[in-house]
């Protein structure tokens, strides 16, 4: 009986003491980087909702003010850009310069500025996808920022111009935004509404991936039709998901 105590006592050596105090330490590690990681996931997902209501909260606006002509708003053209603000007894916001976009080879002919927690957003379309449920309003410059709000303008002419329109939007797994664009099929049709009320209609005839330094998607070239570009992120950020639609005549 003795020898056994006796065998037992020299088996767990300082070594295996360590080795086990080691483990503890890397298993309470893990058990806080998960929980880290966890309430990060969370966050960076509400993060995303919270911008993501805002895109719909300027849709919803822009809606309003279309169907009704009330004296709740206030507008004004400023360097040929329709501005609708609050008036001044309906809203403690301070009125902001107007947002012009400057990264196309023709601005748009006027767009909406809807106020939105007192900042301004400039709009110059509406995409609407039905195979996908997508409906957001197309913001007339491109952003870190403005891409967590909603789609953006990343090149060409104005909305339902000849040219190629290119729409450029976030690839969020939970589906918001650009997220289901992947799912789209040839032959799906997605609708553009501009700023004048024109709604024209486009069919997608070509789907592919390509690098990030390839920008040959957004050529104007489009033999006098009426073009559109949807671009997103894939593989993690590596690639680019090009989506081309070409106008219905």
Excluded at 9 to 36: D, G, N, Q, V
Aim: charged share 25%; hydrophobic share 30%; glycine share 4%.
């Amino acid at each position: 009986m003795n020898q056994i105590l006796v065998t037992e006592k020299l088996y767990i050596t300082p070594e295996l003491k360590r080795k086990k105090k080691m483990y503890k330490i890397r298993f309470f590690l893990s058990i806080f980087l998960i929980c880290l990681l966890f309430s990060y996931y969370i966050y960076a997902e509400n993060d995303r909702n919270k911008s993501e209501e805002v895109s719909q909260q300027i849709l919803a606006d822009i809606q309003t003010n279309k169907n009704n002509d009330e004296d709740y708003t206030t507008k004004k053209i400023v360097n040929d850009v329709l501005i609708v603000t609050l008036n001044e007894e309906d809203s403690d916001h301070v009125d902001e310069a107007p947002v012009e976009s400057t990264d196309s080879t023709q601005q748009t002919d006027n767009s909406f500025t809807t106020t939105v927690d007192g900042i301004q957003y400039t709009t110059d379309s509406i995409l609407t996808i039905p195979s996908l449920d997508i409906s957001y309003p197309v913001l007339s410059e491109t952003s870190e920022e403005l891409l967590k709000i909603s789609l953006n303008k990343y090149w060409g002419n104005g909305p339902n111009e000849v040219g190629n329109y290119c729409i450029v939007g976030h690839n969020y797994a939970n589906g918001k935004l650009f997220g289901k664009l992947s799912q789209i099929q040839i032959g799906d049709i997605a609708e553009l509404e501009d700023t004048k009320g024109r709604t024209l209609t486009y069919e997608v005839y070509d789907k592919y991936i390509v690098d990030p330094t390839d920008v040959s998607c957004t050529s104007q070239l489009t033999n006098g039709r009426k073009e559109m570009t949807l671009i997103t992120c894939k593989e993690y950020g590596t690639k680019r998901l090009v989506v081309k639609c070409r106008e219905v005549l």
